[in-house]
């Protein structure tokens, strides 16, 4: 059996792991907060015929050895976490982060999730939760007689009432970071979970030390960069293809040796 058979189809493999990841890109290039990945290979295990250094004759040695390769697997999906740009909204729920961090929220489940999607709302309660209803913690409620939110770099919020000549502090946001944040758990709904790869959750004030500060009416787009997704769209299609013409290549040698008389 031609081992590059199974060498480029392990290929094939990957490069179509490489094209969900790039899809996957491509697909949220709108999603606020998103963060692309990128699909990273390892080579699998070699067939060693001759060890490297080992004795080829009398006082000689051989200085490569014979090992051929037996294919490629995915490795790791590497989530970057590189800031996307700043779109305004001057919606006053809407708040971006400039920086590193993450908004916490509270899981249906009770658990706590982090999120770079500052598009937060006002529940019918008056609660600021996120897009599906988790609220953010933590817990921050605008009472009915609020006439303006106003949150600062450094995440206090501040309410405007009518009568009243100062704005009433309500509450102050918090920021969580992680020593790996690619290390992220993704849930899906722009939501993330810590691992034992993340780290434990580190929370602090917006504008401290290893927290970014808050932008309030801005959101932060996707760092998807759709010129360099279409090149590496390219360049897997155009992989995925050389590894096919390999595999009908290795059955045509077979044919030839199935054909000898």
């Known amino acids: 059996m031609i081992k590059s058979l199974n060498t480029a189809a392990t290929g094939m493999q990957a490069q179509q792991t490489n094209m969900d990841v790039i899809a996957n890109n491509l697909a949220n290039v709108s999603t606020t907060g998103f963060k692309k990945s990128r699909a990273e290979f390892e080579d ?140 992220l758990k993704a849930l899906g709904k722009n939501i993330f979970i810590p691992t034992g790869a993340s780290g434990l959750p580190q929370q602090g004030a917006p504008g401290q030390a290893n927290f970014g500060s808050l932008s309030q009416g801005e959101l932060e787009s996707s760092n998807v960069n759709i010129v360099d997704e279409m090149v590496n769209m390219i360049t897997a299609q155009r992989a995925y293809e050389t590894n096919s013409k390999v595999i009908q290549a290795s059955d045509q040698m077979l044919q030839y040796m199935n054909n000898l008389r």
């Open 44 to 183: 699998l295990m070699y067939h060693t015929m001759k060890e490297p250094g080992a004795a080829s004759g009398l006082n000689a040695v051989s200085p490569t050895g014979v090992q051929t390769g037996l294919g490629v697997r995915t490795s790791a999906i590497q989530k970057d976490f590189d800031p996307g740009s700043i779109k305004q909204t001057k919606n006053p729920l809407d708040i971006a982060i400039e920086g590193p961090g993450f908004f916490p929220v509270q899981l249906p489940d009770g658990q706590i999730g982090y999120t770079r999607d500052g598009s937060f709302k006002k529940a019918a309660d008056g609660r600021i939760v996120d897009k599906n209803g988790n609220p953010l913690q933590p817990e921050i409620t605008i009472p009915p007689n609020a006439t303006g939110v106003e949150i600062s770099a450094t995440g206090q919020v501040s309410i405007a009432v009518t009568g009243a000549l100062e704005p009433q502090n309500i509450g102050q946001l918090e920021l969580v970071n992680f020593v790996n944040p690619a290390g």
